[in-house]
Structures are given as structure tokens and as C-alpha cells.
């Protein structure tokens, strides 16, 4: 049984991890930090956990979290950032579903978190844990860079048509939107109801801090020779809880040589556990993805011209965080991937 610890386990990541994790036949949760809860039984926060986690939040300790087999950080950005080396250090390997370590240049990660990075010398170690492009590595990895959210549904989109450089790099454009779930469980006045509710809106258009984490992956995943990626993304706020619907254009660079692009994305996801790529002409809806780790995907090319379309939906919570932080954790220990995953989305 893996010996799992939790750093920051208040927020929507955190207790979206213990929901999955309570169950997972391989893992067990031994220690959940909080320093403001610290001592406050765990199902007191979250009474949905009642008679299924007995857990007290305690203060971080690094000696208590290095006698785990696992720790994730489901933390603020720049938490793990102080505590990585000595815990790294105890030889547990670690899971990070924050921003720290995803961003390969500490300049450019300093410049959209304002603030300097606190522990530049682990960057180059961390693993970005896209399962369905870095599986090999991830199996190897002692430190791991959850990917974001909008990253997940987007990069898997984009993969296939990247991969096989079928696209101009250069005009991406990914229009993506949120549940209100993707900006935490902190209070802020944007997020209340009667804000929320009832209304539709774009927020960081001109420049997000996901942008760089989403070019670089897609830049990862290009031939040595293409050009490198870049992307106009344009986030947007959903009046709904849980949920990421993203819409991508780009540009064929030979639409009259192109694959059958249903056949192509069909053939590529064919043995992806969390990857669902829809019957040709069906649009994926956010609630059909809704507490599972699936990532449902469709392909279009409308008219038949050379603009491709690719809408994608996940589940910000579990396949944007903790459903795919616990695929890294499958695959670093050599369990059936879709251990603790294995569920059906919830409908209605």
C-alpha cells in the first residue's frame, strides 16, 4: 500500500484528491497539512468525506511527510517551492499540482507569478505530467509538475496535429472557458453568485499566466524542425461550479493533403484510458466529463477549408488537477493506470 501525504489539502484540489484517493485500492492517505485548519478533523471541513477519512490536518513537517511513499502539493503558487529540496531530500518523490515547477525558465515563471523562483536548481528535474506524452518519463520521474487546467484540455487537443506537423504553429488560437471552481476557494467578489450567475465573460485576454506553460508543452511536442508554437488563449469565466469547454482554431498548412482528421485523433487516442474522442460531428458537453478524469474530444474542419477546429472538455478539478495528479501517481509506481479513476461521471 503507497503511503500518500497531502501539503495544503483546504482547497478544491485538495479535497477533490482525498475524494479520489479514499477509495483507491493501492493508496492510502497517512498525513494532510493545513497550518491554518491544523487539528480540525478533516470531514468537519468537508462533511462529504464523513466515514471515509479520519485524518486531523496537522502543520507541514517535513520529517512526518518524508516517511511517505508520495506527497502532493495542492498549494498556492510558491509554497513548494521552500519546501521541495529538504523533502526531495528524505527520498519520497513528489507530485506538484501548483505552477512551480512547470515552467522550464525561472525568468519567464518569475514574470507572469511575480515573484522570483525559490527553488531554480530542481526546474530542469521536474517531469510535465501530460500522461498521454510524457508516460515514459513520468514512470521514472521523482518530482512532477501536475499540468494546469486549461493547458490539459488545450495540449490534448492540439497533440495530434502537432505531433504529425499538419498545422501552421505559428496562428493558434484557443478560446477556452472555466467553471468558477478554477480560481479557488479564496472569497473574491467576481466569484459570488449573484456576480457569477447569469453571465458570460472573458477575462485575461491580454496575456494569462497559463500562456507560457501551454507553449511550451506544445513546443515539446512539435518536430525538431517546425516552427516553434504560438498561441493567442483567451480564458473565459463559465457560470458553472466544475468544468473546462475549450475551442481551438488553427490553420492546415496543406488542407488539400490533410489525413482524415476523425481517423487521425481515433487512432492516437485508441489506447488512452482517459481520453475519449467523440463520433465524428458530436459536440462534447462539460457535464458529461463532471467528476471524472476523462478528456472527451472532437474534430472538425468546417467547410471543408483550411481552418481546423478542435473542441475539448474536461473537468478542472479531476483531469485538470487531482484525477491527473493520481494518473502520475499510477504510472510512478507501476499501477493500473486508472487505479482510483475508474468512475463515471456524474449526470445530471
Not at 310 to 322: F, K, P, Q
Request: net charge negative; charged share 20%.
Amino acid at each position: 500500500m503507497i503511503k500518500v501525504g497531502i501539503v495544503g489539502g483546504t482547497g478544491y484540489t485538495g479535497v477533490e484528491l482525498l475524494r479520489l484517493l479514499s477509495k483507491h485500492p493501492d493508496a492510502t492517505v497517512s498525513v494532510i497539512t493545513s497550518r491554518a485548519e491544523a487539528g480540525i478533523p478533516v470531514a468537519d471541513l468537508y462533511t462529504n468525506l464523513r466515514g471515509h477519512v479520519d485524518l486531523c490536518f496537522s502543520e507541514p513537517d517535513v520529517d512526518q511527510l518524508g516517511q511517505c511513499d508520495v506527497v502532493f502539493f495542492a498549494t498556492p503558487h510558491g509554497v513548494a517551492q521552500n519546501l521541495m529540496p529538504a523533502l526531495l531530500a528524505t527520498g519520497t518523490r513528489v507530485i506538484d499540482l501548483s505552477a512551480d515547477f512547470r515552467i522550464r525558465d525561472p525568468e519567464l515563471w518569475a514574470h507572469w507569478y511575480n515573484q522570483a523562483h525559490g527553488c531554480p536548481e530542481l526546474i530542469g528535474e521536474a517531469v510535465y505530467g501530460l500522461p498521454e506524452f510524457q508516460r515514459e518519463a513520468i514512470k521514472q520521474a521523482r518530482l512532477v509538475a501536475c499540468p494546469g487546467c486549461y493547458p490539459t484540455a488545450a495540449q490534448l487537443g492540439l497533440l495530434p496535429l502537432l505531433e504529425n506537423n499538419l498545422i501552421d504553429s505559428e496562428q493558434i488560437i484557443i478560446n477556452a472557458a472555466s467553471g468558477a471552481t478554477g480560481a479557488g476557494r479564496q472569497a473574491k467578489v467576481d466569484f459570488l453568485l449573484t456576480e457569477a450567475s447569469d453571465s458570460f465573460k472573458a477575462y485575461g485576454a491580454g496575456g494569462h499566466r497559463h500562456l507560457p506553460e501551454i507553449e511550451q508543452a506544445l513546443r515539446d511536442m512539435q518536430p525538431s524542425d517546425s516552427k516553434p508554437a504560438k498561441v493567442t488563449f483567451v480564458p473565459h469565466l463559465l457560470p458553472i461550479i466544475r468544468g473546462i469547454h475549450s475551442t481551438t482554431y488553427a490553420r492546415a498548412l496543406d488542407s488539400s493533403s490533410l489525413p482524415d482528421l476523425q481517423a487521425l485523433y481515433e487512432a492516437r487516442y485508441a489506447d488512452e484510458p482517459f481520453v475519449d474522442v467523440m463520433p465524428a460531428g458530436v459536440h462534447p458537453q462539460t457535464r458529461s466529463v463532471k467528476g471524472s478524469n476523462v478528456c472527451r474530444i472532437s474534430v472538425f474542419q468546417p467547410q471543408q477549408r483550411d481552418t481546423i477546429v478542435v473542441l475539448s472538455v474536461i473537468d478542472n478539478l479531476t483531469r485538470g488537477a487531482s484525477g491527473q495528479a493520481v494518473q502520475n501517481m499510477n504510472i510512478m509506481f507501476g499501477l493500473a493506470e486508472n487505479a482510483g479513476l475508474d468512475v463515471v461521471a456524474l449526470l445530471p
